[in-house]
């Protein structure tokens, strides 16, 4: 009966009703719309990094990680054939590929700069063609999964095509590079005397990362292993199924490494990717800051109508007190009012969210390239169930808090005098 | 065993440090099945008195005994239960819940009743017919007339079968015919039901229909 009275006084004031949820739809809108378009940029910024740069998981010798730039060569994996038939064998894993990095000298004949070379396995790492390299999104829906790298001009790199390597874009512009420009790399092989191979170019590619399209050049895992004289690895980048998977396949990882006495380390993309964790933070921060700001806005429209409801309402409130109502029955009969405002405008404003999420999604909104990469990219906006959830609860629990001043000071009223108010 | 009993009562307002004595030693035995009315020129307090009797105002001294029960030592939760399963109260101004139905109006009234809202309905139904307002059980309040909405809530306030009835001028806000129906109305219940009926009034005319008159002069009652 209380909470017919209140859902009932709910609609008494239309207009002023109206006015409140208007402001709780908006502001859940706000929150869905900036939640799910965030949700978005991490997606496309992690899986573009997992893409690009990382992998899900790396697995290097124990000690790489600390001591690994200033000397390389003291921590390659020898095994890796058993490693890697080690590390295929679990369901999650969709390819492991060997890396080895160094960093060396880069000569057309007229210009020399330095570079950092990557030998991989052109099997798996892929360049992707501008096109499908555009759209991010479109790309992993197709299964292109071993994109790493999004040609300009030219072709991949080739198994077959030994002395092919792909230069980064800044890179090649340093030196004034074409395609089929012959090149020279000149380096120190593991064993430290100096080495260096006539090599051809066969394309110039860019990732999302612009300081790293400055600096890179990328060849077949065999040419780098020739050229720096062994057999070795550096590392193993482990591509999985689903990124949901990596702390699992890490957790097996380590277990079976020790029960082999394997001295390995394994970094997860998370703990590589410095960049998207700050970039999240941040993005998480602002989110917070937002959520904040609606809620405040929400919590005064909210305590502004109520307060107003008691107002008026002070001679109808002494009445439900002499007809015997305890004080509990009176605050629960405005906590239900603001409550019930709140329920509606979260709901409304839910599905409002996903309408305009949805519209906006078919439509993509244009994205600036992310601090250090040179690629813009189509933001589609998110539905993201576990933010609409919330939303909903969250305006549930606003509408209660807000209403809980104006209910107690209600249940404060003296009777008579409540009585007595015209 | 009186049904309702004040003893020795005063009530002081205190107003910016003056202090004023509204009830100056009140003593009234109210029996079961009376129909009294409570006289006296505007300012003497019969509101004062009728709250306190009604447990939703405490008095500055002595005491007050509701079917035996002591009250002023009571919570304000123990009042309000005994407001809720002993009393009902018919107001000046009506006062009904504009959001709700008619019918719904004097359900309200059996909030804390045991009873399945199918007997609560019925109930409130009876109550209905029994002051002639059936037909209107699904309008709002503001679509009746005062007199209707009067009816409505002496409706209100026999449904839940108090002990007593208390009514502070039902009256006043009503012409002199329709106030008249109001109390003919409660005299038949009175009569038929035997519930106790406490009401206020300046009306002489209205004073004359009540078995007992008790004035009330500056705080005291007059003999
Ligand atoms: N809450 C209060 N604070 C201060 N003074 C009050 C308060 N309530 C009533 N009074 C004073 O107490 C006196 C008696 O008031 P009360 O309302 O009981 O009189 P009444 O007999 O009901 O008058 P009326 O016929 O006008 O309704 C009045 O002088 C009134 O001003
Ligand atoms: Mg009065």
């Given at each position: 009966?209380?909470?017919?009275?209140?859902?009932?006084?709910?609609?008494?004031?239309?207009?002023?009703?109206?006015?409140?949820?208007?402001?709780?739809?908006?502001?859940?809108?706000?929150?869905?719309?900036?939640?799910?378009?965030?949700?978005?940029?991490?997606?496309?910024?992690?899986?573009?990094?997992?893409?690009?740069?990382?992998?899900?998981?790396?697995?290097?010798?124990?000690?790489?990680?600390?001591?690994?730039?200033?000397?390389?060569?003291?921590?390659?994996?020898?095994?890796?054939?058993?490693?890697?038939?080690?590390?295929?064998?679990?369901?999650?894993?969709?390819?492991?590929?060997?890396?080895?990095?160094?960093?060396?000298?880069l000569s057309t004949g007229d210009n020399t700069v330095s570079f950092v070379g990557q030998g991989v396995d052109p099997q798996y790492e892929k360049s992707l063609s501008k096109d499908v390299g555009e759209d991010l999104r479109k790309a992993y829906?197709?299964?292109?999964?071993?994109?790493?790298?999004?040609?300009?001009?030219?072709?991949?790199?080739?198994?077959?095509?030994?002395?092919?390597?792909?230069?980064?874009?800044?890179?090649?512009?340093?030196?004034?590079?074409?395609?089929?420009?012959?090149?020279?790399?000149?380096?120190?092989?593991?064993?430290?005397?100096?080495?260096?191979?006539?090599?051809?170019?066969?394309?110039?590619?860019?990732?999302?990362?612009?300081?790293?399209?400055?600096?890179?050049?990328?060849?077949?895992?065999?040419?780098?292993?020739?050229?720096?004289?062994?057999?070795?690895?550096?590392?193993?980048?482990?591509?999985?199924?689903?990124?949901?998977?990596?702390?699992?396949?890490?957790?097996?990882?380590?277990?079976?490494?020790?029960?082999?006495?394997?001295?390995?380390?394994?970094?997860?993309?998370?703990?590589?990717?410095?960049?998207?964790?700050?970039?999240?933070?941040?993005?998480k921060k602002f989110y917070l800051i937002m959520r904040i700001i609606v809620c405040v806005v929400i919590v005064l429209s909210i305590f502004n109508t109520m307060n107003m409801s008691v107002m008026e309402r002070i001679s109808e409130i002494g009445t439900i007190m002499a007809l015997g109502t305890r004080?509990?029955?009176?605050?629960?009969?405005?906590?239900?009012?603001?409550?019930?405002?709140?329920?509606?405008?979260?709901?409304?404003?839910?599905?409002?969210?996903?309408?305009?999420?949805?519209?906006?999604?078919?439509?993509?909104?244009?994205?600036?390239?992310?601090?250090?990469?040179?690629?813009?990219?189509?933001?589609?906006?998110?539905?993201?169930?576990?933010?609409?959830?919330?939303?909903?609860?969250?305006?549930?629990?606003?509408?209660?808090?807000?209403?809980?001043?104006?209910?107690?000071?209600?249940?404060?009223?003296?009777?008579?005098?409540?009585?007595?108010?015209? | 065993?009186?049904?309702?009993?004040?003893?020795?009562?005063?009530?002081?307002?205190?107003?910016?440090?003056?202090?004023?004595?509204?009830?100056?030693?009140?003593?009234?035995?109210?029996?079961?099945?009376?129909?009294?009315?409570?006289?006296?020129?505007?300012?003497?307090?019969?509101?004062?008195?009728?709250?306190?009797?009604?447990?939703?105002?405490?008095?500055?001294?002595?005491?007050?005994?509701?079917?035996?029960?002591?009250?002023?030592?009571?919570?304000?939760?123990?009042?309000?239960?005994?407001?809720?399963?002993?009393?009902?109260?018919?107001?000046?101004?009506?006062?009904?819940?504009?959001?709700?139905?008619?019918?719904?109006?004097?359900?309200?009234?059996?909030?804390?009743?045991?009873?399945?809202?199918?007997?609560?309905?019925?109930?409130?139904?009876?109550?209905?017919?029994?002051?002639?307002?059936?037909?209107?059980?699904?309008?709002?309040?503001?679509?009746?007339?005062?007199?209707?909405?009067?009816?409505?809530?002496?409706?209100?306030?026999?449904?839940?079968?108090?002990?007593?009835?208390?009514?502070?001028?039902?009256?006043?806000?009503?012409?002199?015919?329709?106030?008249?129906?109001?109390?003919?109305?409660?005299?038949?219940?009175?009569?038929?039901?035997?519930?106790?009926?406490?009401?206020?009034?300046?009306?002489?005319?209205?004073?004359?229909?009540?078995?007992?008159?008790?004035?009330?002069?500056?705080?005291?009652?007059?003999?």
């Amino acid at each position: 009966m209380i909470l017919k009275l209140a859902i009932r006084n709910i609609f008494r004031h239309r207009a002023r009703s109206l006015i409140t949820i208007s402001t709780i739809v908006f502001g859940c809108v706000a929150i869905i719309f900036i939640g799910g378009f965030f949700e978005d940029v991490f997606l496309q910024l992690r899986e573009g990094f997992i893409e690009a740069h990382t992998g899900h998981i790396q697995v290097y010798k124990e000690g790489f990680t600390q001591k690994g730039r200033v000397e390389p060569f003291n921590y390659l994996i020898d095994n890796s054939q058993e490693m890697i038939s080690l590390i295929r064998q679990l369901p999650e894993v969709d390819y492991v590929t060997p890396r080895i990095q160094f960093s060396g000298l880069l000569s057309t004949g007229d210009n020399t700069v330095s570079f950092v070379g990557q030998g991989v396995d052109p099997q798996y790492e892929k360049s992707l063609s501008k096109d499908v390299g555009e759209d991010l999104r479109k790309a992993y829906k197709e299964g292109v999964k071993e994109g790493v790298t999004t040609l300009k001009i030219g072709q991949g790199l080739d198994s077959h095509d030994e002395y092919g390597v792909i230069l980064g874009e800044g890179l090649a512009a340093s030196i004034d590079a074409k395609v089929n420009s012959s090149v020279t790399l000149l380096t120190n092989t593991v064993d430290g005397s100096t080495n260096a191979i006539d090599t051809k170019v066969k394309g110039v590619f860019y990732t999302s990362s612009k300081s790293f399209d400055d600096i890179f050049l990328r060849m077949p895992l065999k040419t780098a292993q020739k050229l720096l004289n062994t057999e070795s690895v550096q590392s193993l980048v482990i591509k999985l199924h689903h990124t949901d998977d990596t702390q699992e396949v890490r957790n097996t990882l380590k277990f079976l490494f020790k029960k082999r006495h394997f001295n390995f380390e394994i970094k997860t993309w998370d703990e590589l990717a410095e960049f998207y964790t700050q970039t999240v933070g941040l993005f998480k921060k602002f989110y917070l800051i937002m959520r904040i700001i609606v809620c405040v806005v929400i919590v005064l429209s909210i305590f502004n109508t109520m307060n107003m409801s008691v107002m008026e309402r002070i001679s109808e409130i002494g009445t439900i007190m002499a007809l015997g109502t305890r004080s509990k029955g009176v605050v629960l009969l405005f906590l239900y009012e603001g409550i019930g405002l709140g329920a509606i405008g979260g709901a409304m404003g839910v599905v409002l969210g996903c309408v305009v999420v949805q519209t906006i999604s078919c439509v993509g909104i244009i994205m600036p390239p992310p601090p250090g990469a040179n690629v813009g990219w189509l933001s589609h906006p998110m539905i993201v169930p576990r933010i609409l959830l919330s939303t909903f609860v969250f305006s549930i629990f606003i509408g209660g808090i807000s209403a809980f001043y104006p209910a107690y000071r209600a249940s404060r009223l003296v009777i008579t005098d409540a009585l007595r108010y015209r | 065993m009186a049904l309702v009993e004040v003893k020795d009562i005063f009530k002081n307002y205190f107003l910016n440090k003056t202090s004023l004595e509204v009830l100056k030693g009140i003593n009234l035995k109210i029996n079961q099945g009376e129909f009294l009315v409570i006289s006296g020129p505007s300012g003497s307090g019969k509101t004062t008195l009728l709250n306190i009797m009604g447990c939703m105002d405490k008095p500055s001294s002595g005491e007050v005994f509701i079917d035996g029960q002591k009250t002023i030592n009571m919570t304000s939760d123990e009042l309000a239960d005994v407001r809720a399963q002993k009393i009902g109260f018919v107001f000046q101004n009506f006062n009904l819940f504009p959001v709700l139905s008619v019918i719904e109006n004097v359900e309200y009234s059996l909030l804390f009743k045991p009873w399945s809202s199918i007997e609560k309905r019925k109930k409130a139904q009876e109550a209905l017919s029994m002051v002639g307002l059936s037909e209107f059980a699904r309008h709002k309040p503001l679509e009746l007339s005062g007199g209707q909405q009067q009816r409505v809530a002496i409706a209100r306030a026999i449904v839940r079968e108090p002990l007593f009835v208390l009514a502070d001028e039902p009256t006043a806000n009503l012409d002199h015919k329709t106030g008249e129906g109001i109390i003919a109305l409660m005299k038949k219940r009175n009569q038929q039901h035997k519930t106790t009926f406490i009401f206020s009034t300046h009306d002489q005319k209205i004073i004359d229909q009540a078995d007992r008159v008790v004035k009330i002069w500056d705080g005291e009652i007059q003999l």
